[in-house]
T-cell receptor, first 113, second 117 residues
Framework: AQSVSQHNHHVILSEAASLELGCNYS??????LFWYVQYPGQHLQLLLK??????LVKGIKGFEAEFIKSKFSFNLRKPSVQWSDTAEYFC???????????FGSGTQLTVLP | GAVVSQHPSRVICKSGTSVKIECRSL??????MFWYRQFPKQSLMLMAT?????????EQGVEKDKFLINHASLTLSTLTVTSAHPEDSSFYIC?????????????FGPGTRLTVT
């Protein structure tokens, strides 16, 4: 079955620090990977997605993620975080059917000013 | 574009009553909408897939008679929590697939906080 795991439950960084959030997947079909962000009090938004091609994917707000097939990983990175990046981040893969998404447990990122 | 709204944003109801939550795609058509439940500090758990013009598909462990889903049009799906109990208190989130976009592209509503007293 498709599954995704996020290792970090809560990450605390100071502004300007670099960020890397881990995501590992277990998926037998064509790999499609997503990162979503949920800012406090707001709805989930798509940060970036990987379907095929260049394994380094650039998303919105300076985020990027690298698909490493040999490691079954799709880690989210940002070179320099800002206070406004404080949010919950979810990695996701296709679910039981092609139309669904299965989410990881989420990582709460707190950026200290 | 691609905005999904939910109404109400918060609702408090008494145990035993029913509550209806609406999910609307505002600027696109959605043959498929999804209903999720999110517990504090946890991930989104898919409850059911709502299909326009047909019955919803429920995930294992989700009671279809308790969580009634109706997808009446290409822009509206409703979730009714029947005979609500305090353990139904949660954050309910819907998402919608754009008919004209890729299979996995989902747009999320802002969520509905349900509190059952």
């Amino acid at each position: 079955a498709q599954s995704v795991s996020q290792h970090n439950h809560h990450v605390i960084l100071s502004e300007a620090a670099s960020l890397e959030l881990g995501c590992n997947y277990s998926y037998g079909g064509t790999v499609n990977l997503f990162w979503y962000v949920q800012y406090p009090g707001q709805h989930l938004q798509l940060l970036l997605k990987y379907f095929s091609g260049d394994p380094l994917v650039k998303g919105i707000k300076g985020f990027e993620a690298e698909f490493i097939k040999s490691k079954f990983s799709f880690n989210l990175r940002k070179p320099s975080v800002q206070w406004s990046d404080t949010a919950e981040y979810f990695c996701a893969v296709p679910g039981r059917t092609a139309r669904q998404l299965t989410f990881g447990s989420g990582t709460q990122l707190t950026v200290l000013p | 574009g691609a905005v999904v709204s939910q109404h109400p944003s918060r609702v408090i109801c008494k145990s035993g009553t029913s509550v209806k939550i609406e999910c609307r795609s505002l600027d696109f058509q959605a043959t498929t909408m999804f209903w999720y439940r999110q517990f504090p500090k946890q991930s989104l758990m898919l409850m059911a897939t709502s299909n326009e013009g047909s019955k919803a598909t429920y995930e294992q462990g989700v009671e279809k008679d308790k969580f009634l889903i109706n997808h009446a049009s290409l822009t509206l799906s409703t979730l009714t929590v029947t005979s609500a109990h305090p353990e139904d208190s949660s954050f309910y989130i819907c998402s919608a697939r754009d008919l004209n976009r890729g299979s996995y592209e989902q747009y999320f509503g802002p969520g509905t906080r349900l509190t059952v007293t």
